[in-house]
């Protein structure tokens, strides 16, 4: 299927009396049009931002779009329980803020003008540690296809060695049929092939992909008509005790940042330009690996780091079944978890960046015997999804020995708590706000910077710390120890 931008023509109003739309193009963070509040439900955690629900529209004929027989719609990411309707009738609902999804417009579109609106809801406030941005803030497209097509991520790339350099190619096609592959290096076909998938091919001196060196090629595969691209790199992956993470069975040493999704002044909007300036800085300063703290990153930010060497660890979700704050991912998890994740690997599988999937960043659950067999779940089904990449977690230990004796940093009734503390702190008229006592992370995090660094390394040596985690780290490839080595 081809891709075609939709990112024009688009209007943004408030959803609440008398506000006016405005015209905007995507991607679209409209939290940095709010007032900065004294007031704000999620408080600093959010810049101080109002928070609010907004209507997106946008009016189009069918004229406008691609005369193709299929149409999907993608939304690389909506924050947040994004509601899209066609012509007042609700098609799609996504409660993820930070995974992209598709909306399957064949043979719904009218003659004559046809409205698309799409809602993003914010405004059930505190419900982000961080930063959130509000709606349409990674990019729409239109993927077209006749009746014979390569269905979006219909192609999968995987090496399957290098000396020589083998790989593996999965193509996922509309109805049956012959496909041809085409391996191009740079303007030159390095490798081809030609029959029913999957294809096994060789590429003959084969430049491999590494940090030092991140050279790329692209597939090209025809099925009929259709003509899909991939760009992918050339290498393995192994994980051992004994040697840790080799790429091309060389050992790497990760030096990596945690960044969240957001890009400074310019909110929440994932723009090419800056998440290649963000990753360069950090390539210069001396980092080879990045985490998406806490949710899956952007497409962009893949392209980037697959042309640049800069490797990456994509993580899922900030919390589990447990609120870290009232109205937070918790509510949705059971009921998502599989989507979200299928999408995440989709969107990963052919960057060569991409070296493990992390299930969630602190979650304490993993202390409890329910969150051990969910995170036994997670590693299950991201091997089926994808076999060549490992799964860890981020666990603070000491945070889990605290849960375990009933001290837990976060809980449902601890995020209930706070959201009533900045319920009854936003009704205060005053100007300045009563001083509220540090909770949760941020009480330990000032704790740790008021102790030294090795407060958090002292706790996390405690035997307890070791009697909490070990079944939990059992049921994932790589342990992640947050804070504690």
Same mark, same amino acid.
């Given at each position: 299927?081809?891709?075609y931008d939709?990112?024009?023509?688009?209007?943004?109003?408030?959803?609440?009396?008398?506000?006016?739309?405005?015209?905007?193009? #995507?991607p679209? %963070?409209? !939290?940095?049009?709010?007032?900065?509040?004294?007031?704000?439900?999620?408080?600093?955690?959010?810049?101080?931002?109002?928070?609010?629900?907004?209507?997106?529209?946008?009016?189009?004929?069918?004229?406008?779009?691609?005369?193709?027989? $299929? #149409?999907?719609?993608?939304?690389? &990411?909506?924050?947040?329980?994004?509601?899209?309707?066609?012509?007042g009738?609700?098609?799609?609902y996504?409660?993820?803020? +930070?995974?992209?999804?598709?909306?399957?417009?064949?043979?719904?579109?009218?003659d004559g003008?046809?409205?698309?609106?799409?809602i993003?809801?914010?405004?059930?406030?505190?419900?982000?540690?961080?930063?959130?941005g509000?709606?349409?803030?990674?990019?729409?497209?239109?993927? @077209?296809?006749?009746?014979?097509?390569?269905?979006?991520?219909?192609?999968?790339?995987?090496?399957?060695?290098?000396?020589?350099?083998?790989?593996?190619?999965?193509? @996922?096609? &509309?109805?049956?049929?012959e496909?041809?592959?085409?391996?191009?290096?740079?303007?030159?076909?390095?490798?081809?092939?030609?029959? $029913?998938?999957?294809?096994?091919?060789?590429?003959?001196?084969a430049?491999?992909?590494? *940090?030092?060196?991140?050279?790329?090629?692209?597939?090209?595969?025809?099925?009929?008509?259709?003509?899909?691209?991939?760009?992918?790199?050339?290498?393995?992956?192994?994980?051992?005790?004994e040697?840790?993470?080799a790429?091309?069975?060389?050992?790497?040493? =990760?030096?990596?940042?945690?960044?969240?999704?957001?890009?400074?002044?310019?909110?929440?909007?994932?723009?090419?330009?800056?998440?290649?300036?963000?990753?360069?800085? #950090?390539?210069?300063?001396?980092?080879?690996? /990045?985490?998406s703290?806490?949710?899956?990153c952007?497409?962009?930010?893949l392209?980037?780091?697959?042309r640049?060497?800069?490797? !990456? !660890?994509?993580e899922?979700v %900030?919390c589990?079944?447990?609120?870290?704050?009232?109205?937070? +991912?918790?509510?949705?998890?059971?009921?998502?978890?599989?989507?979200?994740?299928?999408?995440?690997?989709?969107?990963?599988?052919?960057?060569?960046? /991409?070296?493990?999937?992390? *299930?969630?960043?602190?979650?304490?659950?993993?202390?409890?015997?329910?969150g051990?067999?969910?995170?036994?779940?997670?590693?299950?089904?991201?091997?089926?999804?994808?076999? $060549?990449?490992?799964?860890?977690?981020? =666990?603070?230990?000491?945070?889990?020995?605290?849960?375990?004796?009933g001290?837990?940093?976060?809980s449902?009734?601890?995020?209930?708590?706070?959201?009533?503390a900045?319920?009854?702190?936003?009704?205060? &008229?005053?100007?300045?706000?009563?001083?509220?006592?540090?909770?949760?992370?941020?009480?330990?995090n000032?704790?740790?910077?008021?102790l030294?660094?090795?407060f !958090?390394?002292?706790?996390?040596?405690?035997p307890?710390?070791?009697?909490?985690?070990?079944?939990?780290?059992?049921?994932?490839?790589?342990?992640?120890?947050?804070?504690?080595?």
């Amino acid at each position: 299927m081809k891709k075609y931008d939709f990112n024009h023509g688009w209007t943004c109003r408030a959803l609440k009396p008398g506000a006016e739309a405005i015209p905007v193009t #995507l991607p679209h %963070d409209v !939290m940095r049009t709010e007032a900065r509040v004294n007031t704000s439900l999620g408080e600093g955690n959010i810049g101080w931002f109002e928070g609010g629900d907004y209507e997106y529209r946008r009016i189009f004929t069918r004229d406008e779009l691609p005369e193709n027989e $299929t #149409l999907i719609l993608e939304f690389e &990411s909506v924050y947040r329980s994004a509601e899209v309707c066609l012509n007042g009738e609700k098609i799609a609902y996504r409660p993820y803020g +930070y995974t992209n999804f598709y909306v399957d417009l064949t043979g719904r579109l009218k003659d004559g003008e046809n409205e698309l609106q799409v809602i993003a809801h914010n405004a059930d406030q505190p419900n982000s540690r961080w930063y959130s941005g509000t709606g349409i803030f990674r990019p729409v497209w239109i993927w @077209a296809g006749d009746e014979k097509h390569i269905p979006v991520n219909g192609v999968k790339i995987t090496t399957l060695g290098i000396s020589p350099a083998v790989i593996r190619i999965d193509v @996922a096609t &509309s109805v049956p049929g012959e496909v041809s592959v085409e391996i191009l290096d740079g303007e030159t076909v390095a490798a081809k092939a030609e029959g $029913t998938s999957p294809f096994e091919i060789t590429v003959p001196d084969a430049k491999l992909w590494s *940090t030092d060196a991140p050279n790329l090629y692209k597939a090209r595969v025809r099925f009929g008509e259709d003509l899909a691209e991939e760009t992918f790199g050339i290498r393995t992956l192994t994980w051992t005790p004994e040697k840790g993470v080799a790429l091309n069975g060389e050992r790497v040493v =990760i030096r990596g940042a945690c960044i969240h999704h957001d890009n400074g002044i310019l909110g929440a909007c994932t723009y090419p330009e800056a998440e290649e300036r963000r990753i360069r800085i #950090l390539m210069e300063s001396g980092y080879n690996a /990045v985490r998406s703290a806490h949710n899956p990153c952007s497409k962009y930010q893949l392209d980037v780091c697959d042309r640049l060497g800069m490797l !990456m !660890m994509d993580e899922y979700v %900030d919390c589990w079944y447990m609120h870290k704050t009232q109205y937070d +991912y918790a509510s949705y998890v059971s009921d998502w978890w599989k989507q979200d994740m299928k999408d995440m690997v989709d969107k990963d599988y052919n960057h060569p960046s /991409v070296i493990m999937y992390s *299930t969630g960043n602190e979650v304490a659950e993993t202390a409890q015997e329910k969150g051990i067999a969910l995170q036994k779940d997670f590693t299950e089904y991201l091997h089926s999804l994808d076999a $060549t990449r490992p799964v860890t977690c981020g =666990i603070n230990i000491f945070f889990n020995f605290l849960s375990s004796m009933g001290m837990g940093v976060y809980s449902d009734e601890k995020a209930k708590q706070q959201a009533e503390a900045a319920r009854k702190a936003a009704q205060n &008229s005053r100007a300045k706000k009563p001083k509220k006592k540090a909770v949760g992370s941020e009480f330990y995090n000032i704790l740790a910077a008021k102790l030294g660094c090795d407060f !958090m390394k002292f706790g996390a040596s405690l035997p307890p710390c070791d009697w909490k985690t070990r079944d939990a780290f059992a049921v994932m490839d790589i342990a992640g120890y947050n804070y504690g080595n």
